[in-house]
């Protein structure tokens, strides 16, 4: 699986930006997806989570009720809408994609090591 993460760019706080990931190669409907994001200075840190048939939704709390993950196996794309950002939503997101057994734990969902394929990254930035 060959994954292409876009959509990012420059926002106002309180404004929106829809980040796509587009997915290359066989069998894209049997694989949970996840956004991570890299802030200057830390480390990667989990967002949110779809699993492979679209049933089992995870988010950080910080982005609850603001960043909506969604999943369309039909098209190879999962998107992340993200609503009233916020200065501290800057950072490099990443797209993920891996292979779980049925109802893993939510440490193994959020875990960068339980996704085998990566994206290359897009900037987010949120200013005024």
């Known amino acids: 699986v060959q994954l292409q993460a876009s959509g990012g760019g420059l926002a106002q706080p309180g404004g929106s930006l829809t980040l796509s990931c587009r997915a290359s190669?066989?069998?894209?409907?049997?694989?949970?997806m996840a956004w991570f994001r890299q802030a200057p200075g830390k480390e990667r840190e989990f967002v949110a989570r779809?699993?492979?048939?679209?049933?089992?939704?995870y988010y950080i709390d910080s982005v609850k009720d603001r960043f909506i993950i969604s999943k369309d196996n039909a098209k190879n794309i999962m998107t992340l809408q993200m609503n009233s950002l916020k200065p501290e939503d800057t950072a490099v997101y990443f797209c993920?994609?891996?292979?779980?057994?049925?109802?893993?734990?939510?440490?193994?969902?959020?875990?960068?090591?339980?996704?085998?394929?990566w994206g290359q990254g897009t900037q987010v930035t949120v200013s005024s």
């Open positions: 993920a994609a891996g292979l779980f057994a049925k109802r893993p734990s939510f440490q193994t969902v959020t875990a960068m090591r339980s996704y085998n394929y």
């Open positions: 190669g066989r069998a894209f409907s049997d694989y949970s």
């Open positions: 779809i699993s492979n048939g679209n049933v089992n939704i």
